[in-house]
């Protein structure tokens, strides 16, 4: 899915941003989003926090599905844009936006969100950076709550893995040039979430198999071994 790496150059222009991804990924990426608010928001006024809500487009999704959200984001003119596209629901108190980095979320309560969710956010990060947010995810989501992933993810089947490469590396070295950076497909997303103590429950893809949506919840492993430390 070689168009998710123009994401980069996109948000130079946070105001044509979400056209043109719709664009760029022929409306897969509005429909993605669209499974992962359903999951990410099972009732109404579920308490949601999104990890980097640029513009807004899939905030929107978990609004319309009837979430109360605190999304944040570190890009200021990406909050902007949101802010304008999302006025009604700032007003309201539905939403709140807060310009931060994800790696602040050490700061936020466990067990305070009934889910949390990113869209096309972890592969912009570094394995260390994906590592350690899924870990306060997980703590801060609440035991029966979920954490909703959609992202760019390598293919399971060998030909869709060879043809994301073939097409891939044009727009990845594009990007870089404009923006300096990149973004990278995740090659073991279920072993991360693993690793953070989250149990994939459900998985969807489309776009040859290299754009996911994945659900997870926390292990109940993880749930018990507080309780064996002590017990030891």
């Known amino acids: 899915m070689s168009s998710l790496v123009l994401m980069k150059i996109l948000e130079s222009a946070p105001a044509r941003y979400e056209a043109g991804m719709r664009l760029l990924s022929l409306g897969a990426i509005p429909r993605a989003q669209q499974r992962a608010a359903s999951l990410a928001v099972p ?4 308490r949601v926090l999104e990890l980097g809500c640029g513009t807004g487009a899939y905030t929107r999704a978990l609004l319309a599905a009837g ?3 605190d999304a944040i984001d570190h890009d200021p003119a990406m909050l902007e844009q ?8 700032l007003a309201q108190g539905t939403l709140v936006l807060r310009e931060t980095t994800a790696a602040e979320t050490d700061a936020l309560a466990d ?3 009934d889910s949390v969710t990113a869209s096309l956010a972890l592969s912009e990060m570094s394995g260390d950076e994906r590592a350690w947010l ?3 995810a997980s703590r801060v989501v609440k035991p029966d709550g979920q954490v909703v992933i959609v992202d760019e993810l390598r293919p399971k089947l060998r030909w869709q893995r060879l043809l994301l490469v073939a097409t891939r590396w044009f727009t990845a070295a594009l990007a870089w040039l404009v923006t300096g950076s990149t973004s990278q ?12 103590g989250l149990e994939v429950f459900d998985e969807s893809r489309s776009m040859l198999g290299s754009l996911a949506v994945v659900a997870a919840r926390r292990c109940e492993r993880a749930e018990r071994a507080p309780l064996e430390q002590e017990a030891a």
């Open 134 to 136: 899924l870990r306060q």
């Open 111 to 113: 067990d305070s969100y």
């Open 82 to 89: 949101a802010a304008l596209s999302l006025a009604t629901p």
């Open 67 to 69: 979430a109360r959200v």
């Open 185 to 196: 497909v995740i090659a073991d997303l279920e072993g991360e979430l693993g690793a953070a």
């Open 43 to 46: 009732t109404p006024n579920t």
